[in-house]
Nanobody, 118 residues
């Protein structure tokens, strides 16, 4: 069993920044992939960014150059630094995890709300 707990969401003005954190605990695979998904009302869920145990970050085109994913393997924690936020970034952000060779995201956090509005 793996638990993922997100924190750091909130209300921010357009152009502002937020940093999301995700703390993982439980039976964590030594080699894994952590990611951030988001879902806005009425829209499909979107994979925003991923990072493996070895690094190798990937980003959705919609956030490239504005968001940065990182992780602290010793602390089993992932981060999503979000800069130059836009109203269209408003969504519930979910931390996710899967085994390195797994095709599907097997573990999900409860989600944290990010609202970008003036």
């Amino acid at each position: 069993q793996v638990q993922l707990v997100e924190s750091g969401g909130g209300l921010v003005q357009p152009g502002g920044s937020l940093r999301l954190s995700c703390a993982a605990s439980g039976s964590i695979s030594s080699i894994n992939v952590m990611g951030w998904h988001r879902q806005a009302p009425g829209k499909q869920r979107e994979l925003v960014a991923t990072i493996t145990t070895y690094g190798n970050p990937t980003y959705a085109d919609s956030v490239k150059g504005r968001f940065s994913i990182s992780r602290d393997n010793a602390a089993n924690t992932a981060y999503l630094q979000m800069n130059s936020l836009k109203p269209e970034d408003t969504a519930v952000y979910y931390c996710t995890m899967k085994g390195y060779f797994s095709g599907s995201w097997t573990h999900w956090g409860q989600g944290t709300q990010v609202t970008v509005s003036s």
